[in-house]
């Protein structure tokens, strides 16, 4: 028998119907949790460990209980597990409180982010979502769940197909309408066992509560595990208090160590002003990936503001739409590269005008753009048709709060990024040396 068939046969490893064919899972022969151990198959080698307890799991231990004939060689890991090897002796286990230390080469051999939702969630990793009451939050949470659920793709970025465990903290009421509304506006359906939903707040600084949870997150092998909201999740715990704060973290790293390659998603409230996240800063800051709901105006956006690994800024105007009894998530800028590529007469020159004249903070009412399309030569009636193209493709943005108040626009530059249109800036020329004249003053 070839020594990995012996690994696997000594492990128990099985595959796991979640993680594809280059994956296996068996129990940890340390700690005993069924799906800890994780096999992970490459063309020539195999790799090992529990990833229960921060590494605690030493691989000698490991290798000791497994009972693996001498003859089968293998390397320790700086994650915690070992490798098959046959040039290289075991290596002795280096560990300081029963996490694995890690030398300088170590660090290379990390594995990179996997996204759980390209370009937004990765895995591995706690996500919060914020925002003040009644903007959205819970519908936004929801379509990454169910982007997860079915795999179906989120505003075109790839979603892994996974389990997900929704913990509601008021209950389940609403939340069939919520999901049929989805299904109905993406032509999708949620298989009945990958959204599973836990209808009640846990308090997971209550041990016992926090390891049961535990557990039945590592037994049912979810793969994005959502609290909704934290503020149900932790009664009595003073939330401007960083020790409080700290609690929670540590109990959601328990829930996200449970899930080998899973995402925890955690959805608050902001604080009075809209805009800071609630309470004791130290919850911000322990997170990977902070998403904000941005309600100053209509639409509302969803902003990320932090991000541990990769680029930070993902801006996206949406607006709540009814859909059969409830209301589904839909960005408001959304357009094909392909239909503003087909017609890009119908306001590039529009753009390039209100963007010179418009720019940072300036607002402006329609007949303010109107003026400055005609004055660079653009017709009356083709100015009205250009502003209405900006509008619609969310270059421009009616900042005001009434529908009934006149509309003040303002230039969003960063939905111009995301559709990669050029930005213009003014400039302004200047004469050569000694010539006469001065410069010509900027836009």
């Known amino acids: 028998m070839d020594p990995l068939s012996t690994l696997i046969g000594a492990s128990g490893a099985q595959p796991d119907p979640h993680r594809g064919t280059e994956s296996l899972v068996g129990r940890c022969p340390i700690c005993d949790h069924a799906k800890s151990l994780i096999v992970s198959l490459a063309p020539e080698r195999a790799s090992v460990w529990c990833v229960m307890n921060h590494g605690a799991c030493d691989a000698d231990?490991?290798?000791?209980?497994?009972?693996?004939?001498?003859?089968?060689?293998?390397?320790?890991?700086?994650s915690g597990g070992f490798e098959l090897a046959h040039d290289r002796p075991l290596q002795a286990s280096r560990t300081l409180l029963g996490v694995t230390l890690l030398t300088r080469a170590d660090l290379a051999t990390l594995p990179e982010p996997e996204p759980l939702i390209a370009e937004t969630l990765d895995r591995r990793s706690i996500a919060l979502l914020a925002g003040p009451p009644g903007t959205g939050k819970s519908f936004v949470a929801l379509d990454w769940a169910a982007s997860v659920a079915t795999g179906a793709p989120w505003l075109g970025r790839t979603a892994e197909p996974g389990?997900?465990?929704?913990?509601?903290?008021?209950?389940?009421?609403?939340?069939?309408?919520?999901?049929?509304?989805?299904?109905?506006?993406?032509?999708a359906e949620i298989e009945t066992d990958r959204f599973v939903v836990l209808p009640a707040a846990i308090q997971v600084t209550r041990p016992a509560d926090?390891?049961?949870?535990?557990?039945?997150?590592?037994?049912e092998d979810f793969d994005l595990v959502v609290f909704d909201t934290l503020a149900r999740m932790a009664v009595g715990v003073d939330e401007n208090s960083a020790e409080g704060m700290g609690r929670l973290v540590d109990a959601f790293e328990t829930v996200k160590r449970a899930t080998p390659r899973g995402t925890v998603l955690v959805v608050h409230h902001t604080g009075k002003d809209g805009e800071t996240v609630r309470g004791s800063s130290s919850l911000e800051g322990a997170m990977d990936t902070v998403y904000r709901i941005d309600a100053t105006f209509e639409?509302?956006?969803?902003?990320?503001?932090?991000?541990?690994?990769?680029?930070?800024?993902?801006?996206?105007?949406?607006?709540?739409?009814?859909?059969?009894?409830?209301?589904?998530?839909?960005?408001?800028?959304?357009r094909s590269f392909a239909t503003i590529e087909a017609d890009p007469e119908a306001w590039h020159a529009g753009w390039t005008a209100v963007r010179l004249t418009f720019r940072g903070d300036a607002d402006f009412s329609k007949s303010d753009a109107v003026r400055t399309m005609i004055a660079s030569?653009?017709?009356?009636?083709?100015?009205?048709?250009?502003?209405?193209?900006?509008?619609?493709?969310?270059?421009?943005?009616?900042?005001?709060?009434?529908?009934?108040?006149?509309?003040?626009?303002?230039?969003?530059?960063?939905?111009?990024?995301?559709?990669?249109?050029?930005?213009?800036?003014p400039f302004a020329l200047r004469l050569p040396d000694g010539a006469d004249g001065v410069p010509l003053p900027s836009h």
Not at 317 to 324: G, P, T
Not at 388 to 399: I, M, P
Request: some cysteine; overall charge positive.
């Open 61 to 78: 231990a490991i290798v000791d209980r497994l009972g693996l004939p001498t003859d089968v060689i293998l390397e320790r890991l700086a």
């Open 163 to 187: 389990r997900v465990l929704y913990i509601v903290g008021e209950g389940a009421h609403g939340l069939h309408a919520r999901l049929s509304a989805w299904e109905a506006h993406h032509g």
């Open 210 to 219: 926090l390891r049961e949870l535990a557990d039945h997150v590592e037994r």
């Open 299 to 334: 639409p509302h956006a969803l902003k990320r503001t932090k991000r541990k690994d990769g680029p930070v800024e993902d801006v996206i105007d949406f607006r709540l739409q009814e859909v059969a009894d409830s209301c589904v998530f839909v960005p408001t800028d959304r």
């Open 377 to 425: 030569g653009i017709a009356r009636t083709t100015a009205y048709r250009y502003l209405t193209e900006l509008v619609a493709h969310g270059l421009v943005r009616n900042v005001m709060r009434s529908e009934s108040a006149p509309p003040r626009y303002k230039v969003q530059d960063h939905v111009a990024r995301r559709l990669r249109i050029a930005i213009p800036e």
